[in-house]
């Protein structure tokens, strides 16, 4: 079987937790980066890292690594890859990317030559001058660090936060990836309450409902790479299909509350959409009228912070009733 190198972008802090997972999820040679977790796997590992994947932003596909100190050997680093493996002739395939230290510093030239590069290549595969790019789009992502040069496919297409079960949020709502770190640092368990006296949308409560019951994240989207010709829809259905079965439906004891019912009522309807809307117990409550019904359990919540969400008084006074 074919290996390939994955690498999963991830917030700073959580590299440890997104390491786990994948070990979890059976990859191997694992390694992790500042902000960052590389492994290797087959096809399905790419099916599988984005459905399952908890914590991690998206999911690189690495083709290439190498230094470039002029566009000239960027050029010809890039021009060097395989592109017909994954690019069809009828594929669109943008470029996107950053450079920081570097002595390629414009993203637009890099944008441009390593466009022009995997054009020259597949031009020469595929024998025409001309790419309509009317199919279905490979996303190149390129990352240059201290003249290094590290190109990749994006298979995620949208960021993993986008679980499919929050089209709409409150103001400065938490990430989605963010909430499944707080959560699985927090370490719930089915038979102690988790609480979130602060729920907003309800992002929290979900992520750890999901947690609980072994609800993979990816279940409820799409992503890229289901598009592309050389990675079949099998796989997927499978990656899914192994997801579904490892479903818990177990009870938790999870509690969401929130001073505005505005948010109370969008909390649920999320919670209804990510499927788990019958293992929370949302309830309309101020923060200072919450009390935990045992002693034992996790309290886990996002408050409002900064200028943008409270003045300095009211932060003074919400801190000092959090303790």
């Not at 999911?59 to 069809?88: D, K, M, T």
């Not at 590069?117 to 031009?123: D, I, T």
Request: glycine fraction near 8%; include cysteine; proline fraction near 5%.
């Amino acid at each position: 079987m074919e290996q390939y190198t994955l690498v999963c972008p991830c917030l700073f802090g959580v590299e440890g937790l997104v390491s786990k997972e994948a070990r979890a999820l059976g990859f191997s040679d694992i390694e992790a980066e500042n902000g960052r977790v590389r492994f290797h796997g087959g096809k399905d590992a790419i099916a599988r890292a984005n459905i399952g994947l908890r914590c991690a932003e998206r999911v690189l596909l690495q083709l290439a690594e190498f230094p470039a100190h002029s566009f000239e050997e960027l050029f010809e680093g890039v021009r060097a890859i395989a592109w017909e493996n994954f690019v069809g002739q009828h594929n669109a395939f943008p470029v996107k990317g950053w450079a920081k230290d570097s002595a390629l510093h414009s993203i637009p030239d890099c944008q441009a030559i390593i466009k022009k590069a995997a054009v020259e290549r597949l031009k020469g595969q595929y024998h025409i001058d001309w790419f309509e790019e009317d199919g279905a789009r490979v996303q190149i992502r390129f990352a240059i660090h201290k003249d290094m040069v590290a190109i990749y496919l994006d298979t995620s297409g949208e960021g993993l936060h986008k679980r499919g079960y929050r089209p709409h949020a409150m103001i400065a709502p938490l990430k989605e990836t963010l909430a499944a770190a707080m959560v699985t640092l927090a370490r719930p368990f089915r038979d102690k309450p988790f609480y979130d006296p602060m729920c907003g949308s309800g992002t929290l409560a979900i992520e750890a409902a999901m947690y609980l019951q072994h609800i993979a994240p990816g279940l409820g989207r799409t992503f890229l790479a289901e598009k592309w010709d050389w990675l079949s829809e099998e796989i997927w259905q499978k990656a899914r299909a192994e997801a579904r079965d490892c479903i818990e439906r177990e009870p938790c004891l999870i509690y969401g509350s929130d001073l505005d019912p505005a948010a109370i009522n969008l909390a649920k309807e999320n919670a209804e959409r990510a499927g788990v809307a019958n293992t929370i117990r949302f309830e309309e409550k101020d923060i200072r009228d919450f009390s935990p019904s045992e002693a034992r359990g996790e309290i886990v919540c996002n408050p409002p912070y900064g200028e943008r969400m409270l003045e300095t008084h009211e932060a003074d006074e919400l801190y000092a009733t959090l303790g």
